[in-house]
C-alpha cells in the first residue's frame, strides 16, 4: 500500500497541472459554501447566546393593531401571578441620527438593579456606578461611535426630546465590538433620562419582562396572562429563537439550493470533462492494466488520486472560508445575511464552527466528485486491457 | 510451455464481422524464442494479446503450464501479467512526464517489496537494458532508442518469464536495432521465453530463434 502511495503521489506532483483547474474551482465552491455554514452558525450562536439571558416573555400594550406604552400598574398585577419573578418594566425607542439619516436604538437601564449591572459588566470592561449617575452618561455601541465620530461628537451628543428640550449625554463608554451582533447600534443610558429623550411618560413604560424560572409552569403562565389582559400583545423567548432559527435557516437555505445548482453544474461539466477520457489518462489506465493492475487496483488508484485532489480542495476551502469570515468578517456576503436593518453591520463574527454542517459539505461534495471521476474511468478499465491499449 | 489450440478471434461491427484469426494453433517451450512474421494486418498483434492475456479470443485455448488462461477472471489475468510476462511494445507506452527509474516503479508497487528490494531491481534492469545513466532523466527528453531501452528495463524489472515484442524495432534505426538484437540474445540465453512478432526483415536470418511462423490473413502460412 506504501508502494502505491508513494508512486500515487509522484504521478500526482508530476501531472499536477492536469488537477489544478479542478483543485482550484473545488476549493472556490467549498469556500463559499463554508463562509455561509460559517456565518449562519455565528450569528445563530450570538443571537441564542444573546437571547439566552433574556426574560422568558415580553409583554405589550397592543390596541388597534398597534404597540402603544405599556402602564406600569401591569408590573404589579403580574407580581400577583405565581410561577412568575422578575418582572421589570423596559423603556427603549429609535433615535433618528440625522446627520447620517441612520437610526440607533436607545434602551433605558435601571443601574440600581443588579441583575441590569452584571449582564452590562459582561458588555464594558467594568462599569462604576456612582460615576455613570453623576452626570447624563450613555453607553454606545460601536457603530454608534463611528457614526458620532464622523460628525466630532466625540464626548458627548445633544439629544431632542419630543418636548423640543436639548438634552446634552455625555460617551461613558463604547460597547465591545466582539459583544454580539444587536450591540452595534445601541445606546444604554439611565432609564430616566431614556424616559425622558423617547417622550415616555411617567406610569407607563414600553414593554414589561417577566421571567418563569421553571419551565414547565411556562404554558400555565402563558394562560394566565393572557387572561389577564385582552389587549396586550405576548411575546415568548422561545418564539423569538423559533423566529431566528428560521431566519437564517431560510437565508442560509437559499444559499444552499444555489449552491446545489452550482454544484450540480460543476458535476455535469466534471463529468463531461471525464466521460471523454483524454488520451494521457487513457494511456495511463492503458499502461497500469498492461503491467497486471487489476481493474479494481486501478478505479481505487483513480479514486485515491481524486480523493487527494478533493481533500486538499476542500482544507484550502475551508481555511480560505475561515479566513474571510473570521478574520475579514465577510464583506458582501455578511450584509446579505444581517441586512441593512439600523446600520452598516459592523459585526465581528465569533468563531462558531457547525462540524456536522462541515462534515456534510464534504461529504455531499466529495462522494458525487469521486463518482462523477470515477464512473467513466471504471467504464474503460472494464473493457479488455486491448482494447484500451489501442 | 504454453500450448494454442484452434484459436479464432473475430471483431464485430455494425456492418460485419472481421476474422482476426482462424483456427491458429502453435506450441512454444520454455525458453524458446519464437518469431511471429507477417504483413501489417495479419493478426500478429491479436495473436500477442491473446498469449499476453490483454484479449480473450472469440474460442479456442490457451494453455499455460497445463491451464487453460482462456476461462481465467480478471484477478488471475492481471496476476499472471504481473508476475509472468514483460512487454515490449512499438508504441512507447511510458508515461512521459516520469523519470525512466519512477516508469519502473508502475509494476513494482504492486508486489510487496521493501523499498530496498524496489531499488535494487530497477538498478538491474536498468544495468541489463543498459540505460542506468539515464535514470533520473524525464522520458519525453529521450532519444527513440533510449525509450526502447526504458521499456525493456520495465519489461525486465520484476523478471518475467515471458517477454512479448510487438514490432519492437518499428520505431527505431539500424543501430538501435542490432543493439536491441543483442540484448534480446543475452535474454534467451537467460532461459526467458520470448515471443516477439515483427515483420522487420532484420530478424529472419537470427540462429537463436528457435520457431517462425508465418501468419496470413489470420492463419498460420
Redesign the interface.
Known sequence: ML??L??LL??LL??KKKHLSIFLLSSLLISIVSSVVFISSSIKHDIFHTLESQADFTIQKYKAGKVLNTPTKWIDEFLQIDGITNVQGRIYGTHFYEPAEEYFTIIGIDLFDTQVVSSLNKLIDDINTTQFLSRQNMIIGSDVKKFLDEYHYFDYYNFRPPDRSIEKVFIYDTLNKHSNIVSGDTILMDISLARKILGVEDGYVTDIILTTPNPQEIDTVKIKLRISHFDMRLIQKEEIKKYYQNLYNYKGGIFLVLYIIVILSFLLILYQRYSIISNSDA??V??????????K?VIWFKILENIFVILSAYILGVSLAYFYVYFLNAPILKNIFLGYSNLDIQTIFSPAISFTELFLIFIFFTVPFIATITIPVWRLSTK????I?K | MIVMKNIYKSFENESEIFHALEDVSLKIQEGEMILIQGESGSGKSTLLSILGLLMKPTSGSVEIKGENIVSFSDIHTSDYRKNEIGFITQNFHLFEELTVKDNLLAPLVLHPLSPYEIEKKIENALTIANIHHKKEQVVSSLSRGEKQRCIIARALVNNPKILICDEPTANLDVKNSLLFIETLKKLKKNGRTIILATHDTIFENLTFIDQKISLKEGKID
Open positions: 508502494n502505491k508513494n508512486f509522484i504521478l508530476t501531472y494511456k495511463e492503458a499502461i497500469l492494466r498492461q503491467l497486471g493492475w487489476q481493474i487496483e479488455e486491457p486491448s482494447e491499449i
